[in-house]
């Protein structure tokens, strides 16, 4: 089974593509998908979905999992981020994937066993889980490869 973890961002939207095999977590193809700051918004929101359906295309996955949102105290980067967050719903519908949500301490407590696990242990977690030689970079991609793993644990 392949999954397709979603960090969803409007600047830097983390994606990483893992498969379960033999009990074991394999990173297919991980990374971000950046758009620059200075475009309209919803151009960078098709960047998003063009780049993320070109991925979907060549990798198959068979389900999608995307962090649910979680409105801290700055409700003003929430808005851009829910909207990512369709942009990545509307790509699963028209692949017709399957959708996983998790919250963000479902994914900690996955990953690390700690439901409120810092940026580090999720980093150090991610590259135990998927065997990596380094340390995944930005950590968008370490967030989807976490949620991709959650999905396939």
């Known amino acids: ?3 397709l973890g979603i960090d969803p961002g409007s600047a830097i939207c983390g ?3 893992a498969q379960a095999l033999n009990s074991r977590l394999i990173p297919l193809h991980f990374g971000v998908i950046s758009t620059p700051h200075n475009l309209p918004f919803h151009h960078r929101l098709l960047i998003i979905h063009s780049q993320l359906d070109q ?3 060549s990798f198959k996955p068979d389900l999608l999992a ?3 949102l979680f409105f801290g105290r700055n409700s003003t980067t929430a ?3 829910a909207h990512a967050r369709g942009v990545v719903l509307l790509a699963a519908a028209l692949h ?3 959708v996983l949500e998790f919250a963000p301490n479902e994914v900690k407590l996955a990953v690390t066993g700690y439901g409120h696990a810092n940026k580090q ?3 150090f977690m991610v590259s135990k889980l998927f ?3 380094a340390p995944p970079s930005p950590d968008d991609a370490a967030d989807a490869l976490a949620i991709a793993a959650t999905a396939l644990l």
């Open 79 to 81: 808005i851009p981020v």
């Open 66 to 68: 995307v962090e649910k």
């Open 96 to 98: 017709n994937l399957d």
């Open 55 to 57: 991925l979907i295309s």
């Open 131 to 133: 065997n990596l030689n």
């Open 15 to 17: 994606f990483a593509f």
């Open 1 to 3: 089974m392949i999954a």
């Open 121 to 123: 242990q999720i980093i």
